[in-house]
């Protein structure tokens, strides 16, 4: 059985840090590329940071990058996301998905409007006020 499991999310002040972290298994973690989306409320899901499997790298979207940072932990069959400097704006729910990757293509899933992913995690809110 697939499982991606959200944990670390919750309420914080704009300004503070959060880590997000997604444990997963029933897939080869190497095959895969793992990423963060969230989905703020009125607006549509976007990837925010895709992680490759097989070696770690990242690639984050504009709009985050330089305040967002995602990790992974191959023997854990984990991502984490380090979220620093948190705006309101950041509120949302936050979910990890996994999807095979094609060929050396690890950024698609997030820099695309729209990319079909294979699983998906439940979500987790993140809250920031002000």
């Known amino acids: 059985e697939v499982q991606l499991v959200e944990s670390g999310g919750g309420l914080v002040q704009a300004g503070e840090s959060l880590r997000l972290s997604c444990t997963t298994s029933?897939?080869?973690?190497?095959?895969?590329?793992i990423a963060w989306f969230r989905q703020a409320p009125g607006q549509v899901r976007e990837g925010l940071v895709c992680?490759?499997?097989?070696?770690?790298?990242?690639w984050a979207r504009s709009s985050v990058r330089g305040r967002f940072t995602a990790s992974s932990d191959n023997a854990k069959k984990s991502i984490y996301l380090q979220m620093n400097n948190l705006e309101s704006r950041d509120t949302a729910i936050y979910f990890c998905?996994?999807?095979?990757?094609?060929?050396?293509?690890?950024?698609?899933?997030?820099?695309?409007?729209?990319?079909?992913?294979?699983?998906w995690g439940k979500g987790l809110q993140v809250t920031v006020f002000s």
């Open positions: 998905a996994a999807v095979r990757r094609y060929y050396a293509d690890y950024f698609s899933p997030c820099a695309r409007s729209y990319y079909k992913m294979d699983y």
């Open positions: 992680v490759n499997g097989a070696d770690g790298l990242t």
């Open positions: 029933g897939f080869s973690f190497d095959d895969y590329v």
